[in-house]
């Protein structure tokens, strides 16, 4: 099982409605007055179905851990963590995302809601100096985390060196990278997309680790993107070489 904090505090409609879908949620409670709204009824009939309590209440956001809970929040069971051997196997060929100690739960969120939507049913994560995958993570993948198979590493160069053992090339995003992301002919084989902490990048021993480092060609003078937006790019990109998209 996961350590504390992964999954256990949910919030947003759309993340709430996956976890009770997921069979995670133990209590779930409400707003009053959202259920006039027969989605919300629903979804409160839908908990109880599950097995999951449910509260009404005139204001989650006094219990909210994020500044716009959408009027729900779930108290769920951690989300089960897989092996990188499961991970790999998740799609075929393998697709996986790489975290290199993202900052910011919201990007890592965003991130998961492309990756999904991509393909990708994937992700690595490291145990420590990175964003916790916290209420406001599952919030803004709005109900996609639900979907991924979540690996947490204590290394991410080992993590990668294991990629390597298990057949699978390691792609790194970076602005200083000598190869365009886009065509890049990696992308169809089983590959792992590593994504660097915002503003900093790749740590030097991830990147030593990484197969190719590539870049996303600007025709603007912006300096860099968002590590969400340039994450969006790259697994729609790994998607579109694959034919998973067209």
């Known amino acids: 099982m996961a350590r504390a904090g992964i999954g256990d505090r949910v919030e947003g409609f759309h993340a709430v409605v996956a976890a009770v879908q997921a069979g995670r949620a133990k209590t779930v409670r409400i707003e009053r007055r959202r259920l006039n709204r027969p989605t919300y009824a629903a ?16 204001d989650v956001r006094d219990i909210a851990l994020t500044s716009a809970p959408q009027g729900v929040v779930a108290v769920c069971r ?4 897989v092996s990188l051997e499961d991970a790999v196997a998740a799609t075929d ?3 996986l995302l790489v975290f290199d100690h993202l900052e910011d739960q919201r990007n890592l969120g965003a991130s998961i809601r492309s990756a999904v939507a991509a393909g990708f049913r994937a992700a690595v994560v490291p ?9 406001a993570a599952f919030k803004t993948a709005a ?21 390597e053992k298990l057949g699978v090339w390691r792609v790194g995003l970076d602005g200083a990278g000598e190869r ?37 060609p600007h ?6 993107l968002n590590a969400s937006v340039a994450t969006a790019l790259a697994v729609f990109e790994v998607s579109r070489a694959r034919g998973w998209v067209s």
């Not at 951690?78 to 963590?81: D, F, L, M, Q, T």
Request: with cysteine; aromatic share 4%.
């Open 43 to 58: 979804l409160a009939d839908d908990a109880r179905s599950a097995g999951a309590r449910v509260e009404y209440v005139d």
């Open 78 to 81: 951690p989300k089960e963590i």
């Open 93 to 95: 060929p393998a697709a």
């Open 127 to 135: 145990k420590r100096r990175s964003a916790p995958i916290g209420a």
């Open 143 to 163: 109900g996609t985390l639900e979907e991924v198979a979540l690996v947490e590493v204590s290394s991410v160069p080992e993590a990668l060196r294991r990629l």
């Open 180 to 216: 365009s992301l886009f065509g890049f002919d990696l992308l169809a084989e089983p590959v792992a997309v590593v994504v660097g902490a915002e503003g900093k990048g790749l740590h030097r021993l991830t990147a030593e680790r990484c197969d190719a480092i590539v870049r996303i």
């Open 219 to 224: 025709a603007g003078p912006a300096e860099s």
